[in-house]
């Protein structure tokens, strides 16, 4: 939550910081603002509120020039979104300018002593206090870098948080407290970029150092001098990130969730490249510091996440569970830690998140640290805190930069992940022989092009079903078993984007409560594939019919059946019945995708979200 940039070097700091908060707007969209500093010019402060546009075309009316500058956008939490409650953030003096992700949990107590000391408040954020309280020190120590590390030592909460002064235009300093969302390093010749995450400074350079907790780090054209905030100093060598500008950028697509929609058989075959031997029939996990013997002690898996990950985890349950005969237990990551978890010496964590720097789903694998418990974690940024503290080693999902807010690609990808990773932990458990991992093998190697052909099927159906249904008000998602947390996931979808109330629920709870809601203007989404329920989800829908409700049903090919029962029917190419998710979801975004559309909504940025949730 909320994208932070900064820059000095020798190029115009405006385009540098402006591209990178364009490539950072899905972190959040309520204001935007940045500050530059030329020797002749002064420190120039432009903000806006709303999307970054605005401030795009303030900037076209009040131009700004220098070599030096940060940038953020905002996703509020202080204070309502008024231009006061903009980042940056000026101390006292006007001399010293302040961005910060995170949240101050102890502002109220430092913001009381900053008013005792005669300090006025211009906005109601927790950021101002930081910037009154940097801009305190300085007054003592006389230089940017110590005032910094006073004011950060008695900060509490995750912030990431970035300082400049003017009477030290070279640099800028940027220091971590906790879980507040990655701090990126980007060095290049003669210049030095920081940001929140990688795609911001993607256009520049791969090679990346990422700040870690309670370090600091002084940014000159140099690079950058890291140390613990005790003073410590740290070396840490370069990460070498293998995604390239264009993955980040849009291209002909006229939403980053459509051209993420249309990247998953690629994503699909990506998260597979290297891993399998169809052969042997085996699995290999680069990554995965678990060995054999390790691997055939874990005797329960606590898989956390949150959002579309956290359905995930609901099918990676499904697929270890059956693969690899080991007891999973499914947490919301916000929830885990406050409930006490007993875990167990002989539990593994499963964290699972696309972006690696969700704030509950870090906190979930500390738990899992302080009781002493290995965390594995699915993940998607390379680089990000959740790959880096995950002492089973991370898993990477290799599905490229996902922007749009509501995730896609990352979703299938984590599923499959999930599967090789199930398939991994029954071959050093011998739960599955050779000869059956070939035949899974052999499922997961033809996911990609039956993707392909879910798409391309799916797009003009739902297209056709937006302008039917875009008028609903309510929607209800039914599905058995495996496809009961896509159920979910196609609500979540569809509610998220386009704001129509969307549940999702087992259809065989549907007797239970949500009957009562069908009437004839209720779509009602059914996914019912020929698997082991397939006749059960058909009585389902029957009792929908009856109802009046209108039916969507996602199916396998050929089915007349339940081509005669449904409304409207979206078909899916059969495959293992744990795989079918993977393909049954398609049909569930594109859904969601042309509803939002078709309701004027903003697909790629939608109300009040943010795609990195880097606050508890
Ligand atoms: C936010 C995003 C979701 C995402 C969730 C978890 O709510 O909007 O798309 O599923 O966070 O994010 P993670 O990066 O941990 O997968």
């Not at 009381?112 to 300085?138: K, N």
């Not at 391309?456 to 058995?480: K, M, N, Q, T, V």
């Amino acid at each position: 939550m909320c994208g932070i940039v900064g820059y000095v070097g020798s190029r115009e700091a405006t385009e540098v910081v402006v591209g990178g908060l364009q490539r950072l707007e899905y972190r959040g969209y309520d204001s935007a603002g940045i500050a530059i500093f030329d020797p002749d010019c002064g420190l120039q402060l432009r903000r806006s509120v709303g999307k970054l546009h605005n401030l795009v075309l303030r900037l076209g009316q009040e131009p700004v020039t220098g070599r030096v500058g940060l940038g953020h956008t905002r996703w509020a939490t202080h204070g309502n979104v008024t231009e006061e409650n903009a980042h940056p953030h000026r101390d006292a003096s006007g001399r010293i300018v302040v961005i910060q992700n995170g949240i101050v949990e102890n502002y109220l107590e430092l913001k009381g002593r900053l008013l005792e000391l005669g300090y006025h408040f211009h906005s109601q954020t927790d950021t101002e206090v930081i910037a009154h309280l940097v801009g305190h020190y300085y007054r003592e120590e006389e230089a940017l870098e110590p005032a910094m590390r006073r004011a950060m030592a008695e900060l509490r909460g995750g912030n990431a948080v970035v300082a400049f002064c003017v009477d030290e235009p070279d640099r800028l300093i940027a220091a971590r407290l906790g879980n507040a969302g990655g701090v990126v390093i980007g060095a290049a010749a003669g210049e030095t970029f920081i940001a929140s995450d990688v795609p911001a400074i993607l256009d520049y350079t791969r090679e990346m150092i990422f700040l870690e907790d309670r370090e600091l780090a002084v940014i000159t054209r140099q690079g950058a001098a890291i140390t613990t905030l005790n003073g410590a100093p740290v070396t840490r060598r370069p990460v070498s990130v293998p995604w390239d500008p264009v993955s980040a950028a849009r291209g002909d697509y006229k939403h980053f969730m459509q051209k993420e929609i249309h990247e998953q058989p690629r994503a699909l075959m990506d998260v597979l490249r290297g891993r399998i031997d169809q052969e042997a029939g085996q699995v290999h996990l680069e990554d995965l510091r678990l060995d054999d013997a390790a691997l055939r002690q874990v005797e329960r898996i606590y898989a956390t996440a949150c959002g579309t990950a956290w359905h995930a985890g609901l099918v990676a349950k499904f697929m270890i569970e059956s693969l690899a005969r080991v007891r999973v237990e499914v947490d919301y990551a916000s929830e885990f830690r406050y409930r006490s978890p007993v875990l167990g010496s002989d539990a593994l964590l499963l964290a699972i998140t696309q972006s690696g720097e969700t704030v509950d789903t870090l906190a979930a694998m500390e738990e899992a640290r302080a009781q002493g418990v290995p965390s594995v974690a699915i993940v998607n940024a390379i680089g990000s805190q959740a790959a880096r503290v995950a002492d089973g080693g991370p898993l990477y999902l290799h599905a490229g930069p996902e922007i749009g807010v509501a995730s896609t690609k990352a979703f299938t990808s984590m599923l499959v992940a999930a599967y090789l990773f199930a398939l991994r932990l029954g071959q050093a458990r011998g739960t599955l022989r050779p000869a059956q991992i070939r035949e899974h093998l052999q499922a997961l190697v033809e996911l990609p092009g039956k993707a392909a052909t879910v798409i391309e099927r799916a797009l003009p159906i739902c297209e056709d079903l937006a302008e039917h249904y875009y008028r609903a008000s309510d929607a209800l998602f039914l599905g058995r078993q495996v496809n009961y947390p896509i159920a979910l996931e196609g609500a979540l979808k569809l509610k998220e984007i386009s704001y129509i109330h969307a549940e999702g629920y087992p259809a065989g709870e549907m007797k239970h409560g949500p009957i009562a809601l069908i009437d004839e203007a209720m779509p009602v989404v059914c996914i019912a594939p020929r698997d082991a329920i397939y006749e059960k989800m058909i009585s389902n829908i029957e009792q929908v019919r009856a109802r009046h409700g209108h039916v969507i049903a996602i199916g396998t090919e050929g089915d007349t059946l339940l081509a005669s029962k449904a409304d409207h029917v979206i078909e899916v190419p059969p495959t293992l019945p744990l795989l079918q998710p993977v393909l049954t979801v398609i049909p569930l975004q594109i859904f969601a995708y042309y509803m939002a559309l078709r309701r004027g909504c903003d697909v790629d940025q939608p109300r009040n979200l943010a795609k990195s949730v880097t606050v508890e």
